[in-house]
């Protein structure tokens, strides 16, 4: 079984975060933007898979999983939505860092803030916050 890795900080951060926001208002909730970024895989999966199949049967046709070769590319996405809807999407093209986050925030999230009516407060880095200010 796969599961994210959560270090010992990364936990205490998100018990941290979990026991003082656990008595906030509905309204709360409703104006907090979620975004994360991930890697979708353009054919399959980078995981093994398991077929459970009679004997005599390997290479029956609802038995065989088609593979490309070289992995078949992957793309990596970003995206956000909160408690009215789906905000936007952004193809990541390189590394994630400070530049590029910027730079989505700029085309992507102030949009998406707006088109889903939502409080324009931010929790960032600190570059990230620098920038906010200058753009704001």
């Not at 088609?66 to 990541?92: D, E, N, Q």
Request: glycine share 6%; net charge positive.
């Amino acid at each position: 079984r796969r599961k994210p890795l959560l270090t010992k900080k990364n936990t205490k951060a998100h018990l941290t975060f979990s026991k003082k926001h656990l008595d906030d208002p509905q309204d709360f909730w409703e104006n907090i933007l979620w975004t994360d970024e991930t890697k979708v895989e353009l054919f399959g999966r980078c995981a093994s898979r398991y077929i459970w199949r009679k004997t005599n049967t390997a290479f029956q046709k609802k038995n065989i999983i088609p593979t490309v070769k070289h992995g078949g590319g992957s793309v990596m996405v970003w995206g956000c939505f909160a408690a009215s809807g789906p905000g936007r999407l952004a193809i990541i093209d390189g590394t994630m860092n400070s530049a590029l986050y910027q730079k989505i925030l700029k085309e992507n999230v102030w949009p998406s803030v707006c088109d889903l009516k939502l409080k324009r407060t931010w929790h960032t880095s600190k570059s990230t916050s620098e920038w906010l200010k200058k753009t704001q």
